[in-house]
């Protein structure tokens, strides 16, 4: 299984480091909690009056010292935001807010010999220029993964501050580029950490089941590297409920590659939605010890068959953006994930697709421990700079920034590379690009993403994507009912001429709850449910269907849904209210899963 270590990550700039795998499991010290911010329409914090960057910005933090001196902000004296959490819903200020904003948190090091000193972010939205008692640490863009520097020369002993300037405004060459059907949520969204590491520490690992079964035993596929080139370094691997204790060494480059471990079939449990069965796996090295929790399980595709652990699987699905129930703010905690998970799990789903970006660590580990079956996608959203090579390297690096973070986790089975872009030949050849580091980083998963089919001749579908021959799964969106062809689901036929198992990646339409009329009113539940009865009935007869994945779990914000009394910023789309009201098509697709 071929291990392609980060070595090749766009270039890196000043103390920018690979973020560790499963840091949680690390020496950690949050840096979560109340940042002080200002908001800097004109960025006049960064860049001088003639629009150059300037020395002497906010990320000095400057302080008067006499009465003489000229200095126009305080961060101490500024108000907070909380981290994490997006600034938006915050304050009210704050809600439509697209620009820069400048925070800042004060925290205590004590250096140790031997040791480093590593600055970790979950996430931040948009673009955060990073700085360390003054001192730039790092640039990073893509709002949805996590990001990280060694500020061991950046840190002193005592007090010390972080300053991030945070600029979540919309941009064409960007990822998503400058349309979006969610809220543009900015900040600090995910946790802040200050992670202790020893000189030589271990940077990335890998464990997972091989689909091979030789006889009576299986074979557990192992390989870790270390974050530098540093040979006979001793590693022990344990997962004693497996009776595993291994002793490793790694070679010149500080890796141990492709190593394999027997283990008798029967004593190993699978990982899968019934029985989403966590062994305990310790790594040591030196005084190091990095405990994780790791499901085993093969995932595959058998012609038009979905094979999970070997057997056909049905995904019954539902998509779902990172916002919280109720409050409807980013997600960032196990709790948010454990209210939304609890709304899919009574619509009898096992599997969801997180649309349309990486979602935080937490919430995939909560649904992996739930049994929850993943696509996990990164926000290759509609038209994006496809000629612009900045564009493809920004998406290449959250695609494997994505891949690292989550590469340990059973839950995920597929990796989505892109969402309802259009045809081109720029557009083929990156996604193809997207799709072969894909696989690069990872051939133990499926690759695929959303096409779509948006129309039909004589109510006849195709799916014609040249992106089908990268794919393992060809998966679409189709909206029969709601941006097309009310009422005509039932004479609906479909042609997909790929011998490879089909992902209805979205349909559905809008209601708003409570709103109640006849089927054929728009908006009201009625017409939600029948447009349900409608698409299932048609769906039911594609031929290789695997899964299922209507928009949406619940209603979101969107700042294209301005239709007073009824959308008033929120796609209704949701089978649940944004206050967790049941729409009259959550029993429809229920039941269709309970037959399923
Ligand atoms: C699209 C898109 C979603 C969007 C949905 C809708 O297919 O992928 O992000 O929210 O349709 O229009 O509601």
Same mark, same amino acid.
């Given at each position: 299984?071929?291990?392609?270590?980060?070595?090749?990550?766009?270039?890196?700039?000043?103390? /920018?480091?690979?973020?560790?795998?499963?840091?949680?499991?690390?020496?950690?010290?949050?840096?979560?909690?109340?940042?002080?911010?200002?908001?800097?329409?004109? /960025?006049?914090?960064?860049? #001088?009056?003639?629009?150059?960057?300037?020395?002497?910005?906010?990320?000095?933090?400057?302080?008067?010292?006499?009465?003489?001196?000229?200095?126009?902000?305080? @961060?101490?004296?500024?108000?907070?935001?909380?981290?994490?959490?997006?600034?938006?819903?915050?304050?009210?200020?704050?809600?439509?807010?697209?620009?820069?904003?400048?925070?800042?948190?004060?925290?205590?090091?004590?250096?140790?010999?031997?040791?480093?000193?590593?600055?970790?972010?979950?996430?931040?939205?948009?673009?955060?220029?990073?700085?360390?008692?003054?001192?730039?640490?790092?640039?990073?863009?893509?709002?949805?993964?996590?990001?990280?520097?060694?500020?061991?020369?950046?840190?002193?002993?005592?007090?010390?501050?972080?300053?991030?300037?945070?600029?979540?405004?919309?941009?064409?060459?960007?990822?998503?580029?400058?349309?979006?059907?969610?809220?543009?949520?900015?900040?600090?969204?995910?946790?802040?950490?200050?992670?202790?590491?020893?000189?030589?520490?271990?940077?990335?690992?890998?464990?997972?089941?091989?689909?091979?079964?030789?006889?009576?035993?299986?074979?557990?596929?192992?390989?870790?590297?270390?974050?530098?080139?540093?040979?006979?370094?001793?590693?022990?691997?344990?997962?004693?409920?497996?009776?595993?204790?291994?002793?490793?060494?790694?070679?010149? /480059?500080?890796?141990?590659?492709?190593?394999?471990?027997?283990?008798?079939?029967?004593?190993?449990?699978?990982?899968?939605?019934?029985?989403?069965?966590?062994?305990?796996?310790?790594?040591? &090295?030196?005084?190091?010890?990095?405990?994780?929790?790791?499901?085993?399980?093969?995932?595959?595709?058998?012609?038009?068959?979905?094979?999970?652990?070997?057997?056909?699987?049905?995904?019954?699905?539902?998509?779902?953006?990172?916002?919280?129930?109720?409050?409807? =703010?980013?997600?960032?905690?196990?709790?948010?994930? #454990?209210?939304?998970?609890?709304?899919?799990?009574?619509?009898?789903?096992? @599997?969801? =697709?997180?649309?349309?970006?990486?979602?935080?660590?937490?919430?995939?580990? /909560?649904?992996?421990?739930?049994?929850?079956?993943?696509?996990?996608?990164? $926000?290759?959203?509609?038209?994006? +700079?496809?000629?612009?090579?900045?564009?493809?390297?920004?998406?290449? =690096?959250?695609?494997?920034?994505?891949?690292?973070?989550?590469?340990?986790?059973?839950?995920?089975?597929?990796?989505?590379?892109?969402?309802?872009?259009?045809?081109?030949?720029?557009?083929?050849?990156?996604?193809?690009?997207?799709?072969?580091?894909?696989?690069?980083?990872?051939?133990?998963?499926?690759?695929?993403?959303?096409?779509?089919?948006?129309?039909?001749?004589?109510?006849?579908?195709?799916?014609?994507?040249?992106?089908?021959?990268?794919?393992?799964?060809?998966?679409?969106?189709?909206?029969?009912?709601?941006?097309?062809?009310?009422?005509?689901?039932?004479? &609906?036929?479909?042609?997909?001429?790929?011998? *490879?198992?089909?992902?209805? +990646?979205?349909?559905?339409?809008?209601?708003?709850?409570?709103?109640?009329? #006849? *089927?054929?009113?728009?908006?009201?539940?009625?017409?939600?449910?029948?447009?349900?009865?409608?698409?299932?009935?048609?769906?039911?007869?594609?031929?290789?269907?695997?899964?299922?994945? $209507?928009?949406?779990?619940?209603?979101?914000?969107?700042?294209?849904?301005?239709?007073?009394?009824?959308?008033?910023?929120?796609?209704?789309?949701?089978?649940?209210?944004?206050?967790?009201?049941?729409?009259?098509?959550?029993?429809?697709?229920?039941?269709?899963?309970?037959?399923?």
């Amino acid at each position: 299984m071929a291990f392609a270590f980060a070595a090749a990550i766009g270039a890196k700039a000043q103390t /920018e480091v690979t973020a560790p795998q499963n840091v949680y499991a690390r020496q950690t010290t949050l840096l979560n909690g109340e940042w002080n911010y200002f908001v800097d329409l004109q /960025e006049q914090g960064y860049y #001088d009056y003639r629009m150059n960057p300037t020395r002497w910005g906010y990320f000095i933090n400057a302080k008067m010292k006499n009465p003489s001196d000229l200095v126009e902000y305080d @961060f101490d004296a500024s108000p907070t935001l909380h981290v994490p959490g997006d600034w938006n819903t915050q304050s009210e200020e704050l809600f439509l807010y697209e620009g820069t904003i400048w925070m800042k948190r004060d925290f205590d090091y004590e250096p140790r010999a031997g040791r480093r000193a590593l600055l970790y972010f979950g996430a931040v939205n948009y673009e955060a220029i990073v700085y360390v008692n003054g001192k730039k640490a790092g640039r990073h863009v893509g709002g949805f993964t996590p990001f990280c520097y060694d500020v061991t020369d950046l840190v002193k002993g005592g007090k010390n501050f972080v300053i991030v300037k945070i600029d979540n405004k919309r941009h064409k060459d960007n990822v998503p580029t400058l349309i979006f059907d969610w809220w543009n949520y900015g900040g600090i969204t995910r946790d802040v950490l200050l992670v202790d590491v020893p000189e030589t520490y271990v940077e990335d690992y890998w464990l997972g089941l091989d689909k091979e079964v030789t006889g009576k035993k299986r074979i557990l596929n192992f390989s870790l590297k270390l974050n530098k080139p540093v040979a006979d370094q001793e590693v022990t691997l344990s997962i004693p409920e497996l009776k595993i204790k291994q002793r490793f060494t790694t070679n010149a /480059e500080g890796e141990i590659a492709n190593c394999q471990l027997s283990v008798v079939s029967s004593k190993l449990q699978l990982w899968c939605p019934e029985t989403p069965k966590l062994y305990d796996v310790e790594l040591e &090295m030196g005084n190091e010890v990095i405990k994780d929790e790791i499901g085993f399980r093969t995932i595959e595709t058998r012609g038009k068959q979905l094979l999970l652990n070997g057997k056909p699987i049905f995904l019954k699905g539902v998509c779902s953006h990172e916002e919280t129930a109720y409050t409807s =703010r980013r997600c960032n905690c196990a709790e948010d994930a #454990d209210t939304l998970l609890s709304w899919a799990r009574s619509l009898g789903c096992n @599997f969801i =697709r997180l649309a349309h970006y990486p979602h935080n660590e937490h919430a995939v580990r /909560e649904a992996e421990r739930q049994g929850f079956l993943l696509w996990s996608e990164i $926000p290759v959203y509609w038209t994006i +700079s496809w000629q612009n090579e900045e564009t493809y390297a920004n998406a290449e =690096r959250q695609l494997k920034d994505m891949i690292r973070r989550d590469h340990n986790r059973a839950a995920i089975i597929i990796w989505s590379l892109a969402n309802e872009t259009p045809h081109s030949d720029a557009r083929d050849k990156f996604l193809g690009r997207l799709a072969t580091t894909a696989r690069s980083q990872d051939n133990t998963r499926l690759i695929s993403m959303a096409m779509e089919v948006t129309g039909a001749s004589n109510y006849v579908n195709r799916l014609q994507d040249n992106m089908n021959q990268y794919v393992d799964v060809v998966s679409f969106n189709q909206y029969i009912g709601w941006y097309r062809d009310v009422n005509d689901a039932p004479k &609906m036929k479909w042609e997909i001429p790929y011998e *490879k198992p089909v992902i209805i +990646s979205e349909f559905g339409g809008g209601a708003k709850a409570g709103y109640h009329g #006849d *089927k054929g009113q728009r908006w009201t539940e009625e017409f939600q449910e029948n447009l349900y009865r409608e698409n299932l009935a048609m769906l039911e007869k594609i031929e290789g269907l695997a899964g299922t994945c $209507p928009w949406v779990l619940k209603d979101f914000r969107s700042p294209r849904r301005p239709l007073p009394g009824i959308q008033d910023g929120f796609n209704r789309k949701g089978l649940f209210s944004d206050q967790g009201k049941r729409k009259k098509a959550f029993y429809v697709l229920r039941d269709w899963y309970k037959s399923k």
